[in-house]
């Protein structure tokens, strides 16, 4: 960065001017809008810069410049068509420590003015730090589209109830969730029309509204299940029904946002199985964002947040924040599939453990020995359990057929499971690719593998024992 941005209070200072021409005029607006007590000398003035000399709007003070009119001076603008005397004034003026542009010349100049788009008091500066004045020009012409022409008003509005509110609402959180509600609000609209009177009633409801409602901000990762509603723990329902704010993955059943409060902001932050770390850093901030505005934040996760969820990478950024911050667990997948399909994870006599696995491709590449691992426990008659594992089945089951898991080992998948277009598909690890790609099985879905897994196994084994 080559330059500070700032706005400079000039009110009820001197600046000077040398040079009376055009160049030298729109400057010299300038400085009058913004306040300041002009000085300006110059051989010539323009017919416009004559008039308001005559009209005490400004001091020609002479017509050759002299070091001893930077006296008092708080900023200088150089504006001549002779590079002598603009390195004079510039040099006289950094001499003393005076801010001075020379006009068309960054070298010489201690600042330079940028191209700007006016909506007063709203002020947007353009700078191409001297590098090219026709893009600062170019980027202001869009801005001055983009930009709605009555945004003064809304900033005239917030001055007018800026220390009311302060005085109103304690809290930095609060005020800034205040500010981004009015904003966005009808007072907003209402003071770019000009209806004072609405807006000013408008801000008044808001500002009520937001004095007597608790609002510090805070967040639960709160797990919604597999699908089924019922699923849902009593704390999930509780967070939901409180919540200001809902943001909810791809994986959360529509019949669980349903049961979110009515005039809850319901975000859908829904990830690619993909999901890359871009959207997920996109994610976290959004959450962050809400709740540092003071916004009750609830981030609904399908299953539970801390199973394939990255709600440990949520915890660790609002925790950093110090926002106060719930998790709460939800069913996931793996019971939630495996009870609705009859499918008991561990067994006395089958399986003695059980193994969350995924079945996406491990990011460093290790493949063979994640389905090395994983081939190892199952033959400790251990119930793998693989997490988004259609796209790579066929890959993965040949792994832990080539690393000795016998191609007759069960294997279910549960599409959909706890949800009322629920399927459950029993194959062997030999066949169920092929089965997964015939029936076209669809994410989400869940990969059982092991002796659980064989239809009626519960039962024979348990007339067996
Ligand atoms: N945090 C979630 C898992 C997210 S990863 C949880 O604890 O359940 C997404 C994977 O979960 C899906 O690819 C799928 O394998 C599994 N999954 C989630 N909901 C499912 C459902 N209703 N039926 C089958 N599999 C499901």
């Known amino acids: ?16 001017v040398v040079g009376g021409g055009q160049v030298a005029e729109r400057k ?8 300041a007590r002009v000085g300006v000398v110059a051989e010539q003035l323009t017919e416009n810069l004559n008039g308001r000399a005559a009209a005490g709007q400004l001091d020609a003070i002479g017509q050759t410049f002299h070091e001893d009119q930077l006296a008092g001076v708080a900023l200088v603008i150089a504006a001549t068509s002779d590079r002598d005397l603009n390195r004079a004034v510039a040099v006289a003026s950094r001499t003393r420590g005076i801010p001075v542009n020379v006009v068309d010349d960054p070298k010489l100049s201690s600042f330079i003015v940028p191209a700007i788009i006016d909506r007063d008091p709203v002020m947007v500066a353009v700078s191409t730090g001297g590098a090219s004045p026709v893009l600062a020009r170019l980027m202001r012409r869009s801005l001055e589209q983009w930009l709605p022409e009555k945004l003064g ?3 005239r509005l917030a001055r007018a109830w800026r220390e009311r509110v302060g005085q109103r609402l304690g809290g930095i959180g609060r005020r800034r969730a205040f500010w981004e509600q009015l904003l966005e609000s009808d007072a907003a609209k209402q003071a770019q029309a000009g209806q004072w009177r609405q807006a000013n009633d408008s801000v008044s409801q808001l500002l009520e509204t937001h004095a007597t409602k608790r609002c510090s901000g805070s967040v639960a990762l709160v797990g919604a299940g597999p699908g089924d509603p019922e699923l849902l723990t009593l704390k999930a329902l509780r967070l939901m029904q409180q919540a200001d704010v809902v943001l909810y993955d791809r994986l959360v059943a529509p019949a669980i946002i349903d049961k979110c409060r009515r005039d809850a902001e319901l975000v859908d932050v829904g990830k690619t199985s993909s999901g890359s770390s871009d959207t997920q850093s996109d994610i976290t ?27 440990g990478e949520e915890l660790e950024a609002v925790e950093a924040l110090g926002i106060e911050v719930t998790v ?15 499918i008991p994870l561990t067994h006395r006599d089958l399986a003695h453990g059980c193994v969350l696995a995924t079945g996406q491709l491990r990011s460093d590449g290790d493949e063979t020995a994640a389905m090395a691992e994983l081939a190892e426990l199952a033959a400790r008659k251990h119930t793998i359990v693989l997490y988004m594992g259609i796209g790579n089945l066929a890959l993965q089951t040949q792994q832990l057929i080539a690393h000795g898991l016998s191609s007759s ?7 959909n499971g706890t949800r009322p277009e629920q399927r459950v598909l029993r194959s062997s690890l030999a066949a169920v690719a092929n089965v997964a790609t015939r029936e076209r099985v669809r994410a989400p879905a869940l990969v059982i593998i092991g002796e659980v897994a064989r239809a009626n196994a519960y039962s024979t084994q348990s007339a067996a024992a």
């Open 153 to 155: 008003a809304v900033a």
């Open 409 to 415: 080992t069960p294997v279910a998948i549960v599409e």
């Open 285 to 311: 901030s959004m959450i962050l964002k809400y709740a540092t505005a003071g916004r009750r934040v609830v981030r609904l996760k399908g299953g539970d947040p801390f199973v394939f969820g990255r709600g």
């Open 1 to 16: 960065m080559d330059y500070f941005p700032t706005f400079f209070d000039i009110r009820h200072r001197r600046a000077l």
């Open 328 to 342: 709460v667990p939800g069913i996931t997948a793996a019971t939630g599939c495996a009870a609705s399909a009859g």
């Open 28 to 35: 010299i607006q300038l400085l009058l809008r913004a306040g």
